[in-house]
């Protein structure tokens, strides 16, 4: 068998629906949003850091790793033939994901406007869901998230929170395809076919500045997409809680290092690595 690895940055909302998740990026003024799969200068040495050809901007399998979403509202859809369909309830199976890692929200309270997104990606159901870049809030411990959203919309509320969440799909039989394309079709659609043991593919919502010029971080997007009791909109607090670990030299997973840095300290390779949460919604 194969595996493919969708890598998620930044702030973004997973809803679980009945056969497929749907990965709304909010639209945010200071955030980029892009996709591609960075990779090392030496695969052999992780310390080495990663590719950064002219421009300082690093390369992907493709040779091109920054391709960014269309500057309009966009659908994509990831799809992997010959896959095993996953069913049942992802979000509350802790055997695929952990409660306490991501603000769970209850879809049987809410409604998703997802017309309101600046990028959709629908995905199938992965068959686990990993953490990676634990966010270190600046007083220890993770400040107020519901920040006056009313609580019974919300199923767990973090213990810890995370930088990037990865969807693994682990049972890709060998030679299926694997492709990525968006209603706006432009060179940067991908498609990956062939028995190769592992594919990853890296998508992005989050800034690409120094996040120590932007004091009190940015509004949580987030809150655009939910709504519930009619029209109410809740007001989560999901932006710069604080700095992400650095990634680990080996993360395991067929995952490389340079997979999980940001997309500033890729441009920058400075150590600033400021974070915004996800969240996700269940199914009703």
Do not use: W
């Not at 953490?131 to 810890?160: A, N, R, W, Y």
């Not at 650095?246 to 600033?272: A, E, M, T």
């Amino acid at each position: 068998m194969s595996e493919f690895n969708l890598i998620c940055h930044g702030m973004m909302l997973f809803q679980e629906r009945a056969s497929d998740f749907l990965i709304l990026m909010p639209e945010i003024k200071e955030h980029s949003f892009k996709y591609g799969t960075p990779l090392p200068v030496n695969p052999t040495d992780p310390s080495k850091g990663c590719q950064a050809p002219a421009g300082g901007k690093p390369v992907d399998i493709l040779a091109n790793f920054e391709i960014t979403f269309p500057p309009v509202p966009v659908d994509y859809t990831l799809t992997l033939t010959d896959i095993p369909p996953q069913t049942g309830n992802v979000l509350r199976n802790p055997a695929i994901v952990s409660p306490a890692n991501l603000l769970m929200i209850d879809g049987s309270k809410v409604e998703v406007i997802a017309q309101l997104k600046r990028v959709s990606i629908s995905v199938p159901k992965p068959d686990q869901i990993v953490f990676f870049k634990k966010v270190q809030p600046p007083t220890g411990t993770i400040p107020d998230i519901l920040h006056g959203t009313d609580p019974s919309i919300v199923l767990q509320v973090p213990t810890q929170v995370y930088d990037v969440v990865v969807f693994r799909y682990i049972h890709v039989p060998p030679g299926s395809s694997i492709t990525f394309q968006g209603n706006v079709i432009h060179t940067g659609d991908l498609q990956f076919t062939g028995g190769a043991p592992l594919h990853t593919l890296c998508i992005y919502s989050q800034t690409e500045l120094d996040e120590t010029a932007l004091p009190g971080g940015h509004r949580t997007g987030i809150n655009d997409l939910i709504h519930y009791n009619g029209n109410v909109h809740p007001t989560f607090d999901l932006s710069m809680i604080g700095v992400s670990d650095d990634p680990p030299l080996n993360p395991g997973f067929g995952i490389d290092r340079c997979q999980l840095v940001n997309l500033f300290k890729l441009h920058s390779l400075d150590n600033i690595q400021g974070s915004c949460a996800p969240a996700a919604v269940t199914l009703p």
